[in-house]
């Protein structure tokens, strides 16, 4: 195992670690992207191109979009639930 | 159950876990160690036998293509299904002006991210035909270019044009590309029943290693893929925009009072 080889698998770590410690999600959208450009490193280091171009455009574009806007639909509807209630009262 | 009695059932639970992982870790293979037969066969025989430079895409395109068959359809049905979750809460048609009002409100891009992300369109889109295009050949396919090409229109969204998006990736143009790109797979597979008697199976001429049309019917099974898994990602995105952004609280609420 070359020394290249041995950070990047500690910067996946590293990264998996951070997306489990954030707790806000929007911070995990956006360490999950990071997370993921670290996995791509990996497969690329490790000799998997086809894998690393798969992992790119999926956990770096299509998923973070994904939960960004899922959660602006889901605080929409909390926004809209709380102002519903407070017109009734 | 106490906080205590927790503790201790992970703890022991804990201990267990760790000495089976640890028996477990023994006993893997040396690091870089490879004996799997099927991966050293394809590597000997993949490029005599189709013609093609990238395995991966040949096992992907050809050797597995009925994989690919399900994978693909998999995509297909969970991008109709967040369609299909999303849509009945849409309601009626937006009205123009409110729209053109929510786009106002959104623009909140900042000079140097418009600009970054209208520079990145046309290079996206070369980028995502390469790599569709070029499957048999160097690493990537359908689905790596496919979502490369996704992100072209995407990048109109970045600038703060949700209208724009809207306009370039449209419902029936994005819905018309997954259904033609799977269709256009499967009808690839039947091909091969029809000309050789076995589905999937290889049925147009290898042409020369090395050049854009060789592989027979992998260039073509790329392009397929990569329609349909742009416009399965397009049509998720704009679902989800739909909601995000055109029926924000702001107007519903400003329409019933």
């Known amino acids: 195992m070359t020394i290249l080889q041995i950070a990047v698998l500690g910067a996946v770590a590293l990264a998996g670690t951070a997306v489990a ?23 690329f280091v490790f000799q998997a191109p086809d894998v690393a171009l798969s ?16 959660l602006r639909k889901i605080r929409q509807q909390e926004h809209e639930r709380g102002g519903r209630g407070s017109r009734e009262e | 159950m106490s906080r205590r009695g927790r503790l201790g059932l992970f703890a022991v639970a804990g201990v267990g876990a760790a000495a089976v992982l640890v028996v477990g870790l023994a006993g893997l293979p040396a690091f870089g160690d490879y004996h799997a037969a099927y991966g050293l066969i394809v590597n000997g025989v993949g490029l005599s036998e189709r013609h093609a430079t990238d395995l991966v895409t040949a096992v992907n395109f050809d050797y597995r293509a009925f994989d690919t068959l399900g994978e ?8 109709v299904g967040v369609a299909v979750l999303l849509r009945p809460t849409r309601g009626e048609r937006q009205p123009p002006r409110a729209a053109a009002a929510d786009e106002r409100r959104f623009a909140g891009a900042s000079p ?3 600009a970054l992300s209208i520079g990145l369109i046309s290079p996206l889109i070369v980028l995502g035909a390469y790599i569709v295009t070029h499957g048999q050949l160097t690493p990537g396919g359908g689905f790596q270019g496919g979502v490369i090409l996704a992100t072209a229109p995407l990048m109109a969204f970045l600038a703060g044009r949700v209208l724009a998006f ?3 990736a449209t419902e029936h143009l994005v819905e018309a590309g997954e259904a033609f790109g799977a269709a256009g797979y499967a ?4 091909g091969g029943l029809v000309f050789s008697g076995v589905f999937f199976h290889n049925f147009l001429p290898m042409g020369l290693a090395g050049h854009l049309l060789s592989g027979g019917t992998m260039p073509l099974s790329s392009i397929a893929v ?3 898994v742009a416009g ?3 049509l998720v995105w704009t679902e989800l925009l739909d909601q995000a952004m055109l029926h924000g609280p702001g107007r519903s609420s400003g329409g019933g009072s």
């Open chain 1, 21 to 43: 410690l954030a707790r806000e999600p929007l911070r995990q959208a956006m360490t999950l992207g990071v997370y993921g450009l670290a996995l791509t490193i990996l497969f």
């Open chain 2, 72 to 79: 693909e359809f998999l995509l297909f049905g969970s991008a």
């Open chain 1, 55 to 70: 992992q790119v455009v999926v956990s770096t574009v299509g998923l973070p979009v994904m939960i960004l806007l899922a």
């Open chain 2, 166 to 168: 809207k306009m370039i």
């Open chain 2, 187 to 190: 009808l690839i597979g039947l």
């Open chain 2, 232 to 234: 399965a990602f397009l």
């Open chain 2, 226 to 228: 990569g329609l349909e």
């Open chain 2, 112 to 114: 140097a991210l418009r």
